[in-house]
């Protein structure tokens, strides 16, 4: 008997995430690790599998090595089916053509035979760079409810940040009359969020055409949204009016991880009606004889210093004379005795030497004008010396 899935998903995350600076310079972006025990992509995998979603397409291109052994076979996620389940899917060599992945487009393109496959009745394409908890099925029923060819993710944005994003205009109905993306004068403050929910046989429909454009520029806001709308097709708005954070600067991450320390509505990980799934290690309890004040401390921490206002990831040490305040450690990171680290972010496998300090104080800090606003941002396996001083603000990539 041939077996089919109602729904497949196709999660985008081979972006370069160039505005994460040296945060990426060796990872995807959805690689990156947030709130002590996560990494990004563990938000749209957790939703999947929380939505009844089993079989997840996930398009890589930049740096995929972390990202590919980080999501493994799927099982953290209860994506590990014989049939269906996690499917890493990179550029590969075709008979007739071989490329990256031009555009958003494109790359689902490319694995079209992966989506027939399945023989799926509805198409839903996801990002791999936003924090959020939301049930897809509350959507597709939506979808089928409404009889529409698309049906679009949306939520109300500030006026002055409309222009960021992809701008829905809709009538009454929630059907989409207009689609503009990043327009100058935004007409509507309803954000697309790059969630889409196509029903299989048009999504494949306008993949085709679009291939075979040479003017198209391979986007779904740029070009098969536009497309649509010009052909007529049943198109609609889905509201979503839970927590949800685009994390592709560093100011934007930050301020994500900071959120789990306030009171934020909606944004409760260890839900057990919606949990976040993620491949944490395995790590004894942490170790605490310093001060912590509204912060979180991973397991496998040994925290003897002062930590304020911080979010701090699996296997730190923050020896005893060491002051951490309002920055995010993202795993296996040594802080020496009387070193003071203020307002930034640290990534992975990073040692900050005896008496070293790494930006300023909060106050201070933002005062200094340019990529992160004053955040302090230290990349991958750094190593700080002895008496060592980074200013607020900086970018480090290489030994200090």
């Known amino acids: 008997m041939l077996r089919k ?33 996560y990494r990004i992509i563990d938000f749209p995998l957790s939703n999947c599998i929380n939505s009844g979603i089993d079989t997840v397409g996930v398009l890589t291109q930049y740096q995929p090595l972390v990202l590919n052994e980080y999501v493994g076979n799927g ?6 089916r014989t049939f269906g389940g996690v499917h890493i899917l990179s550029p590969y060599e075709a008979k007739t053509d071989t490329s990256w992945y031009k555009g958003t487009a494109n790359a689902i393109y490319q694995n079209i035979r992966f989506m027939k496959m399945y023989d799926p009745e509805y198409v839903l394409i996801l990002s791999g760079d936003h924090i959020y908890k939301m049930d897809y099925d509350k959507m597709l029923q939506a979808h089928k409810a409404a009889n529409a060819d698309c049906t679009i993710a ?15 205009n809709t009538n009454p109905d929630g059907t989409i009359y207009e689609f503009e993306e990043k327009p100058a004068n935004p007409k509507s403050n309803l954000a697309s969020m790059g ?11 306008y ?22 709308l010009n052909k ?30 306030g009171v934020v509505p909606n944004f409760e990980l260890s839900d057990r009606e919606h949990e976040i799934h993620s491949r944490s290690p395995l790590a004894p309890p942490a170790f605490v004889e310093g001060e912590i004040v509204n912060s979180i401390v991973a397991t496998g921490c040994e925290a003897e210093g002062r930590i304020v206002n911080s979010v701090i990831g699996t296997d730190c040490v923050i020896e005893k004379g060491a002051e951490v305040c309002d920055s995010v450690l993202m795993g296996n990171i040594t802080v020496r ?10 990534d992975e496998d990073v040692t900050i030497g005896e008496k070293a300090i790494v930006g300023e104080p909060i106050a201070e800090a933002k005062k200094v004008t340019g990529k992160t606003n004053g955040i302090t941002v230290l990349g991958r396996g750094i190593n700080v010396k002895k008496n060592g001083k980074i200013s607020a603000g900086e970018i480090v990539d290489k030994d200090v």
């Open 75 to 80: 099982q953290p996620w209860d994506l590990d």
């Open 207 to 228: 993949l085709e055409e679009d291939d075979k454009d040479p003017k198209s520029e391979k986007d779904f806001g740029k070009n098969i949204l536009p497309n649509m």
């Open 154 to 168: 949306c939520m109300e944005v500030p006026f002055e940040e409309a222009s960021r994003f992809g701008i829905l």
């Open 232 to 261: 007529g097709e049943r198109m609609y708005s889905y509201r979503f009016e839970g927590y949800w954070k685009d994390v592709g600067t560093i100011s934007s991450l930050w301020e994500a991880n900071m959120d789990l320390l």
């Open 195 to 205: 969630i889409y929910i196509f029903t299989a046989s048009k999504l494949f429909k």
């Open 337 to 346: 005795a009387g070193a003071k680290i203020n307002y930034a972010i640290i």
């Open 5 to 37: 899935k109602e729904c497949v998903a196709m999660l985008l995350a081979g972006g370069q995430g160039s505005r994460l600076y040296a945060l990426t310079s060796n990872i995807a972006k959805p690689a990156v690790s947030f709130g002590a025990k």
